[in-house]
């Protein structure tokens, strides 16, 4: 069964940077795809970024474009979200998520989710 957990948030204050890991199991990065979300108090999940190697994507939601870049190790089986200059409108749970046959990057789309990590950022 996948198994999908996120790790590294914390608070921070604007500028500054966050890595985010997702450790997944029972999954191959070539397969599929992987996203990760978030969820602001009052908000509806959003997609951050979605990375399919099958099919040779990878992107970003726009308010996150230049600031947020996201990458894997395949020996590691972690999928990371380097997060750079943090902005307040970022603070949100955030988690990781993944499908073994990809169609869209939609939160609808994915088959397994892990449990998030919260990140606050403070002005």
């Known amino acids: 069964e996948v198994q999908l957990q996120a790790s590294g948030g914390g608070a921070v204050q604007t500028g500054e940077s966050l890595r985010l890991a997702c450790l997944i199991s029972e999954f191959s990065f070539d397969d599929g795809a992987i996203g990760w979300f978030r969820q602001a108090p009052g908000k509806e999940r959003e997609g951050v970024s979605c990375v399919s190697n099958k099919h040779n994507i990878t992107k970003y939601e726009n308010s996150v474009k230049g600031r947020f870049s996201v990458y894997g190790d395949s020996a590691k089986n972690t999928m990371y979200l380097q997060m750079d200059s943090l902005k307040p409108e970022d603070t949100a749970v955030y988690s990781c998520?993944?499908?073994?046959?990809?169609?869209?990057?939609?939160?609808?789309?994915?088959?397994?989710w892990g449990k998030g990590t919260q990140v606050t950022v403070s002005s």
């Open positions: 998520a993944a499908v073994r046959v990809f169609t869209t990057c939609l939160p609808y789309s994915m088959g397994y």
